[in-house]
């Protein structure tokens, strides 16, 4: 009978009989193999009986070597585990030439593991990371089911910039080199694939609003594209977005949710995730630790996450928000970035920090932003200059959610389109969504890496996917 370690670390029967396959984590003294096969953090010791065992063989159990291993589960003779095997029968599966394997059983730099993102996730870091992230996909797909929502796919490929930022990805089969032209000498997209211009999604959400006006809650889970040159540590050109749609709901019921769901998916994984959490928390602790002490993070990762789940975020206005930052310090000595002068400016990551870290330290929802730094989309306040926006801002993160109340006045949105120069033409069918039973709805989009990134304390966004695509890196 096949066992995974985990099966085996939890068992309360000392079995025999059973085989396990796995990698080898180390050997040591000729004697005890760790034995990882992903089924959890732990490894399980396996003790060979070095006298009975075949010399060749045992030179082959080396760091990353794959084997299958036949025993006895007994109570463990040292410390440090319950249990342990007694080898009866090892085969060597795969070889793993120790000269040649680049992850050595010690600490090596996340750039080095980023360079060999085919192997990182045989560590533990990444695979801890990896298997919380495969959970907080499952939790997310759980959460909406639970709360009546349909998962809609959203189209990957698409001719709709629905930010209106222009940073999207071209799609297309012409050759480049020799493209075909028009009498203007301009290229001719009627010839290409689509028969017009074609992008990779920036987000799912206009789409989503069409099956939101039928099928009343939906969400979109799915891949993202942004061709933004940004080098930062929260930033990719690909990456999951999650999107939820819901027709008749305001802003304040679109603030709810996103801190309801937020809340959800962390308590899943903080209750189903034990191990891999109490492992990444040693190792945030320890990372922060030799860091200055102002930047420091003043909670473990364990404490930061029950935090989020304890407190109510932050519901703060722009204007509001604007005020705080005009008179804080580091605005008036001028240490911030970009200084921030009046009301209208745009908020940076700095001033998204500041407030969330320093003066309000939970996390906290904006709204009610300034009409022209925000999307055509949001729907216009009686003001005249604010629109129905909401970001959620989380400590570490900056940015989580981004969303807002739609506008779904048929006159205001082809007003507010004609001003940004949208083409009417090329988003007809959003259009009529605003001539056919348009209603009151919202939504919001939330960057999964980012929200991985903050649910294991991984400082650098690259490290919660598995292949990470950023300007001038595709590798893998
Ligand atoms: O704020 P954004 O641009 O909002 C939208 O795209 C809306 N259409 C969503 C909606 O209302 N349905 O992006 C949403 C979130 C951000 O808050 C951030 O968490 C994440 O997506 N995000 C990125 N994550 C990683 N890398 C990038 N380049 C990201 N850009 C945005
Ligand atoms: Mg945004």
Redesign the pocket.
């Known amino acids: 009978m096949q066992k995974s370690v985990a099966e085996l670390l939890l068992s309360d029967q000392f079995l025999h009989d059973f085989q396990i396959k796995g990698w080898v984590r180390t050997f040591r003294a000729n004697r005890f193999i760790a034995l990882n096969d992903g089924s959890t953090i732990n490894n399980i010791q396996c003790v060979v009986d070095f006298e009975n065992l075949d010399e060749a063989i045992l030179k082959r159990i080396t760091t990353g070597a794959a084997v299958s291993i036949k025993g006895t589960l007994v109570e463990s003779q040292g410390k440090g585990q319950r249990v342990e095997i007694n080898v009866n029968e090892i085969e060597i599966l795969g070889d793993s030439n120790p000269e040649e394997f680049p992850i050595q059983p010690k600490k090596h730099s996340f750039e080095f593991l980023r360079e060999n993102a085919h192997l990182r996730v045989r560590t533990n870091t990444f695979s801890a990371v990896m298997r919380l992230r495969s959970a907080l996909s499952f939790a997310v797909h759980k959460y909406f089911t639970e709360n009546g929502f349909y998962n809609f796919h959203a189209p990957i490929i698409t001719g709709s910039d ?2 209106g ?1 222009g940073e999207m990805f071209r799609v297309t089969t012409m050759h480049p080199e020799n493209p075909p032209k028009d009498e203007n000498g301009k290229v001719d997209y009627s010839k290409d694939f689509f028969g017009k211009e074609t992008y990779l999604t ?5 789409e ?1 609003e069409t099956y939101a006006m039928a099928l009343g809650k939906v969400y ?1 889970f799915g891949p ?1 594209f ?1 061709a ?1 040159n ?1 080098n930062t540590t ?4 690909e ?1 999951w ?1 999650i ?3 819901v027709a008749f709901m305001d802003l304040d019921g679109n603030m709810d949710l996103a801190e309801d769901f937020i809340k959800s998916v962390i308590k899943y994984v903080l209750a189903n995730c034990k191990d891999d959490l109490e492992f990444l928390n040693e190792r945030f602790v320890k990372e922060e630790s030799t860091k200055p002490q102002l930047q420091r993070s003043e909670m473990s990762l364990l404490e930061k996450l029950n935090f989020v789940v304890d407190n109510n975020f932050k519901r703060v206005s722009y204007t509001e928000a604007i005020d705080i930052l005009r008179n804080c310090k580091p605005n008036k000595k001028k240490k911030f970035q970009y200084i921030i002068n009046e009301w209208g400016a745009d908020l940076q990551s700095e001033h998204e920090r500041y407030l969330v870290e320093k003066h309000y330290k939970c996390p906290v929802i904006l709204f009610d932003y300034p009409a022209n730094i925000k ?1 055509f ?1 949001m729907r216009l306040n009686d003001d005249g200059k604010t629109v129905r926006a909401m ?2 801002l989380f400590p570490g ?1 900056g ?6 109340q739609r506008e779904e006045r048929f006159d205001v949105l082809v007003e507010k389109m004609k001003a940004l120069d949208i083409d009417e033409k090329e988003l007809w069918w959003y259009l009529d969504l605003r001539k056919f039973g348009t209603a009151v709805h919202s ?9 991985v990134q903050f649910t294991t304390g991984m400082g650098n ?1 690259r490290d919660v996917i598995p292949f990470p695509r950023t300007p001038q890196n595709a590798e893998f």
Do not use: C, K, N, W
């Not at 929260?234 to 050109?237: M, Q």
């Not at 939504?443 to 929200?451: D, K």
């Open positions: 629905a930010e930022a920036v987000s799912g959400q206009l989503a979109t993202t942004r933004e940004s929260r930033h990719l050109a990456f977005m999107e939820p749609e999307a989309y970001d959620v993160i940015e989580i959610v981004g969303g807002a939504g919001f989009g939330l960057g999964f890496e980012r929200l966004i």
